[in-house]
């Protein structure tokens, strides 16, 4: 049989079953062995895996199947994130819906059946990619267990005080229709205009230039910086605003930066920050120009109801008009976007809950030192992210597909009454609270909250949510848990609230490690839709198989970027081949030899080898470089396995004598058992495949992939024996190179001449030596390769 015949579909869809059938990564709840548990990440459910997805699932893998064959008790746990957000822009898309123009308990049914449908096939895809998770222990960040969960750690982060609610300007997506975290807030720059326009001072004209003015209704100061020459003597005065020609103060500011524009701004209540800032320090009046619908409200006059875009056109026009807009400068700045939708962020007025943790930045640092970083530079992202946090967690979403708050209001005094915990998951819209009547006034009127609670405060509890899947006395071993891997990208987002969270529950890390993995590129670039450069895994599954997409991940490093080559999964296709047509020259020539004979001194020799790439491999991947192993791994076993030692002892397997025909056996048996084995938390489908055709009645073992990490070969090592080996194989070589140079076939007789050292040292494997080399004598002196 050769390569192109071996069916990788066939083999990896029976393999599959196979897993699952004999649930060979089933988490051993009463096991005694150690544990290693990983809190995976749940992927959204959206439509289908992409590549990134493949990619860093496979690198988390590896790990995982190291440490299964390591003989860990593994829990490895599989969600899927579909609350919030982001499943209901999928379905508002998908089923060509808007949420807000159908009753919200049938847009929510809706959300849970397309769930429903999509998770299956969703997950199939994981599957195929050889992720070997326990997929009895399975949640979603939606269902009952996971809601009891996230409205518990409210009542819990309530009763700590760690929660409050508050009527204040907050971030706002106004296509969105919802208030947002700091962290769902990107920078973007975009093209911009900076205009001159003029307030009037008296008779005298005060320049000010802004990218903003359609909140000149909101404008409730004018701000120079207090060592400006050119505006002192407006001090105490006040500017009027044009268009809507109201008067407000001229104020001074070290805020204000001289050489931006004209060194003079207008302050509107919501426009940024520092618009905030000056409106509590200097006590100004509260105006809100843009409502939450994202359009303009009755400050605006006529400009009432105009989306922000509109009426800035419209109020530029009427400046223009009147003479009033001076000048027009684009420039190119940074603004605030939604990271789901890219629209611009606004402050906007609104009741919203937050996480109080802005206090804690200090223990936060400490939190994440404590951590062991996977690399260990990934650690500053979280540490920068800290450094510049300015607000306390907003965990309320004005939106309709999520966990609800636990809450309810009094509709008499406002009094918050939550729910008890023996209520959870409770829907405050559906259920009453178990008090009859408010503790406060007596009040019988309760109103329920309908924000929902955002998704990532329910996901940074999956620690929680994966471990209480399983009975109580095994919980309390779970935790710590041992990993957490994720993308870069989510630190922020996923890392950093988990670790707060569990802090804030528990006073300990949820963790001890964390692997954190990059993107996938496509010659350099960032794949997305738009540039039309997507490449999907399931494609690649199709036509070469998962094995060979996971042998290419396997060459990244943790935390880097790395591109998708196509050339490096044919090199996995050929590896498969190679390997599969090793075992079964292997199997066709030799028998199982039970008792280690005596060994010839070539099998000793590379066994050695074998026992330092054992070494190096376990290391590497202790330190989770699954990377250095794979290299490692692959270079023994395409230049020193295939490329020499199975050449070097085929005469031995086919005319040798007993012994030496049992010394090859034994070799060659245990060190492509070996091979395989190290090969195996990368190529997991060709391994098994291999090990269960042909290993298995020996090994007893189940599955390749249980506790078969292989242990180092029990041969004294002697102190010359690499130079040995590498000057053996270096001989080899320069014959072979004499042979192509002579355009001569390899299996061509020669007469070999080597030095007077190397015939000394190599005394005792020149009969291999001979055979490997088709030389009919080896003589001492100069190296010599002659053709008889
Ligand atoms: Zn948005
Ligand atoms: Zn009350």
Request: with cysteine.
């Given at each position: 049989m050769t390569g192109k015949n071996i069916n990788h579909k066939e083999i990896e869809k029976k393999i599959l079953q196979f897993w699952e059938k004999e649930k060979i990564f089933k988490f051993n709840s009463k096991s005694k062995e150690k544990i290693y548990s990983v809190d995976t990440p749940p992927p959204t459910v959206s439509g289908e895996m992409h590549i990134g997805h493949a990619f860093s699932y496979a690198q988390q893998d590896f790990?995982?199947?190291?440490?299964?064959?390591?003989?860990?008790?593994?829990?490895y746990p599989f969600g899927t994130d579909d609350n919030g957000l982001?499943?209901?822009?999928?379905?508002?898309k998908k089923k060509d819906v808007k949420s807000n123009e159908m009753p919200r308990?049938?847009?929510?049914?809706?959300c849970l059946k397309f769930l429903e449908e999509e998770r299956p096939r969703f997950i199939q895809d994981w599957k195929n990619i050889g992720i070997s998770c326990d997929w009895g222990i399975m949640y979603s960040t939606i269902d009952k267990h996971s809601r009891k969960i996230s409205q518990w750690s409210f009542l819990d982060l309530y009763k700590k005080e760690r929660v409050y609610r508050k009527d204040a300007p907050a971030m706002w997506?106004?296509?969105?229709?919802?208030?947002?975290?700091q962290v769902e807030v990107q920078d973007k720059e975009i093209d911009s205009v900076f205009n001159d326009i003029i307030f009037k001072v008296?008779?005298?004209n005060l320049v000010i230039a802004t990218t903003r003015p359609e909140l000149l209704p909101a404008c409730v100061a004018v701000f120079y910086h207090p060592e400006d020459k050119r505006y002192k003597k407006y001090k105490g005065k006040k500017a009027k605003v044009p268009l809507f020609g109201f008067e407000v103060p001229i104020l001074e500011d070290e805020r204000v930066d001289k050489d931006k524009g004209t060194g003079i701004v207008m302050c509107c209540t919501f426009g940024d920050q520092t618009d905030m800032e000056?409106?509590?320090?200097?006590?100004?009046p509260i105006k809100m120009a843009i409502s939450r619908e994202g359009v303009m409200t009755e400050l605006a006059g006529k400009y009432k109801n105009l989306k922000i875009k509109k009426a800035r056109e419209e109020m530029l026009e009427d400046l223009r008009k009147r003479g009033l807009l001076v000048k027009q400068i684009p420039i190119k700045h940074f603004v605030n976007v939604h990271e789901r939708c890219g629209t611009e962020i606004e402050f906007v007025k609104s009741k919203q809950w937050f996480v109080r943790y802005l206090d804690l930045k200090r223990d936060m640092l400490k939190w994440g030192k404590e951590l062991k970083w996977f690399p260990d530079y990934m650690r500053h992202r979280y540490d920068n992210w800290v450094k510049g946090l300015q607000w306390d967690w907003l965990i309320s979403n004005q939106r309709y597909f999520g966990v609800p708050f636990p809450v309810w209001y009094c509709g008499k005094c406002g009094e918050i009454i939550i729910a008890k915990e023996e209520q959870l998951p409770v829907d405050p819209i559906r259920d009453k609270p178990v008090v009859k009547t408010c503790p406060k006034c007596n009040s019988k009127d309760f109103v329920p909250e309908t924000d929902i609670l955002n998704t990532w405060f329910t996901s940074s509890m999956s620690p929680q949510i994966a471990i209480k899947l399983v009975d109580l006395k095994t919980q309390k071993k779970l935790f710590p848990m041992s990993l957490r891997p994720q993308a870069h990208d989510i630190i922020t987002f996923w890392l950093?609230?988990?670790?707060?969270?569990?802090?804030?529950?528990?006073?300990?890390?949820?963790?001890?490690?964390?692997?954190?993995?990059?993107?996938?590129?496509?010659?350099?670039?960032?794949?997305?839709?738009?540039?039309?450069?997507?490449?999907?895994?399931?494609?690649?599954?199709?036509?070469?198989?998962?094995?060979?997409?996971?042998?290419w991940a396997a060459s990244s490093k943790l935390g880097e970027d790395f591109d998708y080559q196509e050339k490096d999964v044919i090199t996995g296709r050929r590896f498969i081949t190679k390997i599969f047509n090793a075992t079964k020259f292997v199997f066709l020539n030799v028998k199982r030899i039970s008792r280690k004979p005596k060994l010839h001194e070539t099998d000793r020799?590379?066994?050695?080898?074998?026992?330092?790439?054992?070494k190096k491999i376990t290391n590497a991947l202790e330190s989770y470089n699954h990377s250095k192993a794979k290299l490692e791994i692959d270079n023994f076993f395409w230049n020193i396995f295939t490329d020499n030692y199975l050449e070097i002892i085929k005469n031995r397997v086919y005319n040798g004598n007993k012994n030496e025909k049992e010394s090859a056996s034994y070799t060659l048996y245990n060190s492509l058992l070996t091979i395989l084995k190290l090969f195996a938390p990368f190529t997991p489908f060709i391994t098994e495949e291999l090990y269960q055709n042909y290993f298995r009645k020996y090994e007893g073992l189940k599955s390749i992939h249980l506790n078969a990490w292989p242990k180092v070969f029990n041969i004294k090592e002697k102190k010359e024996d690499n130079k040995k080996f590498l000057l053996f194989l270096e001989i080899i070589s320069r014959v072979r190179r004499e042979k192509s140079k002579e355009k001569k076939s390899m299996k061509a007789e020669v007469s070999l001449t080597i030095k007077k050292n190397d015939f000394m040292m190599l005394k005792d494997v020149l009969d291999d030596l001979k055979s490997v080399c088709n030389a009919k004598e080896i003589r001492k002196g100069n190296f010599k390769v002659k053709f008889v």
């Open positions: 790990i995982v199947r190291f440490k299964r064959m390591q003989g860990y008790n593994v829990f982001p499943t209901e822009r999928l379905v508002e308990d049938e847009f929510v049914k809706l997506c106004p296509e969105c229709k919802t208030g947002v975290a008296g008779s005298e000056w409106q509590k320090a200097h006590n100004l950093f609230n988990t670790l707060v969270k569990s802090r804030l529950h528990y006073n300990k890390n949820p963790w001890k490690n964390v692997a954190i993995s990059g993107f996938v590129t496509l010659k350099g670039e960032k794949m997305s839709k738009s540039k039309g450069n997507i490449i999907r895994p399931q494609d690649i599954i199709e036509e070469y198989g998962a094995d060979a997409l996971r042998y020799l590379f066994l050695i080898q074998l026992n330092n790439l054992i």
